[in-house]
């Protein structure tokens, strides 16, 4: 399954450079909701179990789900029910075990039927799909790290894989807000970070949104706001989806304001 190579890859740039922070480094505040690089490692590595767990094993991956569930309910915030269910893993070792743990999940999707049914907090989704989607969040919490020394990305074409989630997650962006979809999905037309064009979607002229494929996916996976782009939105189901876009699970998030992130914070 080549999208488990893909997120094996995703996981191996953000090793490097966490191999060259110093230890301090990881209780630093990013831009993201202020939390720290330990506070994305245990996020990531949570829920690449929880995604090593549902390939096994339903019943264990609803146990662990039910687990966090239950912390919630009793008035832990995520970041608080991450520490415990990782019994308070931080700094090098959970850098570690999130390293180790990131090469078993990409084994062993490799190796598993790509249409293979599996559980998840929400609708069940094909194996493709769900290391498909711990690339995303790899990518995404990724970002805040590299946002906060000042880095930019390099950026390869299994980006697409980002891209395409994030168009087929349109119409879950307005029902995961209780809106009513609009009629027609935009036409899609970007240009891939090794200068090829993709596009989805039939052709619009008055409802289209172009520009460049990691553009649109920072503004699907919220790490940035779509102002803070050189993406061109036009119509109005375009701009709709844009101010609101969400392609990861959970309850609605509102996106970053204008200019809230990827001002680099430079450091020494």
């Not at 890859?9 to 939390?35: G, H, M, N, P």
């Not at 891939?192 to 920072?218: K, M, R, Y």
């Amino acid at each position: 399954m080549q999208q488990a190579k893909d997120f094996l890859e995703e996981s191996e740039d953000l090793e490097e450079l966490l191999l060259a922070i110093k230890d301090q480094d990881y209780e630093v505040e990013t831009q993201f909701k202020r939390w720290t690089i330990s506070d994305i490692l245990r996020h990531l590595h949570l829920f690449n179990q929880a995604a090593e767990l549902t390939l096994k094993d339903g019943t264990m991956f609803q146990k662990m789900f039910l687990e966090l569930k239950s912390l919630r309910a009793e008035g832990a915030s995520l970041l608080e029910a991450q520490r415990r269910m990782l019994d308070d893993l931080s700094g090098r070792e959970l850098f570690e075990k999130w390293r180790e743990g990131c090469r078993v999940l990409a084994k062993n999707y490799y190796e598993s039927d790509p249409k293979k049914r599996v559980l998840w907090a929400g609708p069940n989704m094909s194996a493709r799909s769900s290391i498909t989607a711990r690339q995303m969040e790899t990518w995404a919490h990724g970002q805040a790290i590299y946002d906060l020394f000042g880095l930019e990305r390099v950026e390869s074409d299994r980006i697409k894989n980002i891209v395409h989630l994030g168009v087929k997650t349109f119409g879950w962006t307005f029902v995961n807000r209780g809106l009513a979809i609009p009629e027609t999905a935009p036409h899609i037309k970007l240009i891939s970070p090794s200068g090829n064009q993709w596009e989805w979607n039939e052709f619009q002229e008055q409802n289209i949104i172009s520009g460049l494929a990691v553009d649109f996916a920072q503004v699907v996976t919220q790490v940035r706001n779509v102002a803070d782009t050189k993406l061109l939105v036009e119509g109005k189901s375009s701009c709709a989806w844009m101010a609101i876009a969400q392609c990861f699970a959970g309850d609605a998030e509102d996106p970053p304001k204008k200019g809230g992130r990827g001002v680099f914070k430079r450091r020494a």
